[in-house]
């Protein structure tokens, strides 16, 4: 599923379906692509189960899938609480800091060359 959502012209036919389903061309137009790329790229998205699509004629229109990015989105969600439960434990067992002197080295360094 990432994989598809990795280019950027798939996440803009995903972004137009997301309002509803549309043919083809509808959402060749934003794109500066040909119909064929067009095609291979909505391949790639129905395989990776995010649209279907069903033909009437000669229009072929797709549509997103039922719940089709909540699998991606749980996903990230559980790699999110992971990610904070690990940074809370980090900062709770993160030694204290050191107290610095009142005066860095690099000014006392300064105030002996001024003598």
Same mark, same amino acid.
Request: glycine share 6%; net charge neutral.
């Given at each position: 599923m990432?994989?598809a959502l ?12 997301? #309002?509803g ?5 509808? %959402? &060749?137009l ?6 064929? /790329?067009v095609?291979k !790229?909505?391949?790639?998205l129905e ?9 009437a004629?000669?229009?072929r229109?797709? #549509?997103?899938t039922?719940?089709?990015?909540? %699998? &991606? ?5 559980e790699?999110? /609480?992971l990610?904070? !439960?690990?940074?809370d ?5 993160a030694?204290l800091?050191v107290k ?16």
């Amino acid at each position: 599923m990432f994989h598809a959502l990795a280019d950027t012209s798939r996440r803009t036919m995903v972004d137009r379906l997301a #309002r509803g389903p549309a043919s083809v061309s509808e %959402l &060749a137009l934003p794109l500066s692509m040909g119909m064929p /790329a067009v095609l291979k !790229h909505l391949g790639v998205l129905e395989a990776g189960g995010i649209v279907v699509s069903e033909k009437a004629g000669r229009v072929r229109t797709y #549509r997103m899938t039922p719940h089709a990015l909540a %699998l &991606a989105e749980s996903w990230v969600a559980e790699r999110m /609480a992971l990610h904070d !439960h690990a940074v809370d434990h980090a900062v709770d067992d993160a030694p204290l800091p050191v107290k610095l002197p009142e005066r860095s080295l690099v000014a006392q360094i300064r105030s002996v060359e001024a003598r």
